[in-house]
């Protein structure tokens, strides 16, 4: 029965690597995002333009720097030749169901050599509500009485299991003499399992699957609601920093496919990315703007406004 439990694969998806968040330490100097992973599978937040946000490492963390009303992007990398799974959560929370996140749930198909993009999350098959940075108030999770976790996304990976090698005799030889009428159809038939819809109001997370290769990338919006009236009533603001707001509603349609995890409880890779203001980043020590070094400062100190002569030269 395990074997045939549903997974969602992303609607859209394009080939394509991308940098990605590492759990090896590093120096205390923060730094832009790493050069190369050490796991193939990547996890990188775009903004609404594509373009990953500022992204440091600070003491063996990830960090994106956000602000408040901007819309965000997940993007999951898979660099193999075989489709992976992809649990994701956003402050605590399962981007498919909204409850609190767990790695026996189900997640969205990642194909060979291709990327998963999350846009919000999951209200239909057909949509989504967008992911915005907000005021930890104001937040999905706070808003459903659950901020502890806010601050924090992250993914779990799963590899496929791969099917038994099965030895199939060579088919017998027709024979001709049998009458070309004398046909049963039953012969033909191959035992099977459709796979079920996912039982209504259940906890488990689905998986999606794309409409198809040519489905756009550009989503439509639906205009932006008040954010009091986007989810789940009005709350005091407190605490500091950002989390992220259940938006507007877009269009990223999905559909059901089958996957059997190689390993159903234990994920064959697991990364995290933290995300905070100005603010929020300085007071953990990370430094946002460039360093300047004391060669640039001593540049700096002795441009000359007017450097030519300060007189004629006679010709040559």
């Known amino acids: 029965m395990f074997a045939h439990r549903m997974t969602w694969i992303a609607a859209v998806f394009v080939a394509a690597a991308c940098g990605t968040a590492r759990a090896d330490a590093r120096p205390d100097r923060p730094l832009r995002v790493a050069e190369r992973p ?11 333009y594509g373009r990953p946000l500022p992204t440091f ?25 075989r489709r992976v799974e992809a649990v994701v959560s956003v402050d605590g929370l399962d981007v498919i169901d909204g409850r609190p996140a767990d790695l026996r749930k189900r997640g969205y198909v990642v194909p060979a050599r291709g990327e998963l993009r999350i846009e ?3 209200v239909s098959t057909r949509e989504v ?24 996304i992250g993914l779990a990976v799963f590899e496929e299991r791969e099917p038994p090698q099965v030895i199939v005799d060579a088919p017998p030889v027709p024979d001709d003499r049998r009458d070309r009428y004398d046909y049963d159809f039953e012969d033909d038939l191959v035992e099977g399992e459709l796979a079920p819809p ?6 488990g997370a689905r998986h999606a699957a794309p409409a198809g290769a040519d489905a756009p990338a550009a989503k439509t919006a639906s205009p932006r609601r008040a954010p009091a009236e986007r989810c789940c009533g009005w ?17 990223s349609p999905v559909q059901w496919t089958r996957f059997e995890r190689k390993n159903p409880a234990v994920p064959d890779a697991v990364a995290e990315l933290r995300y905070n203001d100005v603010d929020g980043l300085r007071a953990l020590g990370i430094d946002i703007a460039p360093r300047v070094t004391a060669a640039e400062i001593e540049t700096r100190e002795t441009a000359d406004p007017f ?9 040559r």
């Not at 490492?57 to 193999?80: A, C, K, S, W």
């Not at 709350?235 to 269009?251: D, V, W």
Request: hydrophobic share 30%; aromatic share 10%.
């Open 38 to 48: 050490r796991a193939p599978y990547s996890l990188e937040i775009l903004d609404k």
């Open 57 to 81: 490492e600070h003491r063996g963390r990830f960090y994106v720097l956000g602000n408040v009303d901007q819309r965000y992007v997940i993007r999951v990398t898979n660099p193999t030749d």
């Open 120 to 122: 919000g999350f999951r």
């Open 129 to 152: 509500a967008a992911f915005r940075f907000s005021a930890v108030a104001d937040s999905y999770a706070a808003r459903k009485g659950k901020p502890r976790h806010v601050g924090v």
């Open 198 to 203: 996912p039982a209504a109001g259940t906890g």
């Open 235 to 251: 709350r005091p603001r407190g605490r500091p920093g950002l989390g992220t707001e259940f938006g507007e509603r877009r269009s």
């Open 307 to 315: 450097p030519g002569s300060r007189f004629a030269e006679p010709p």
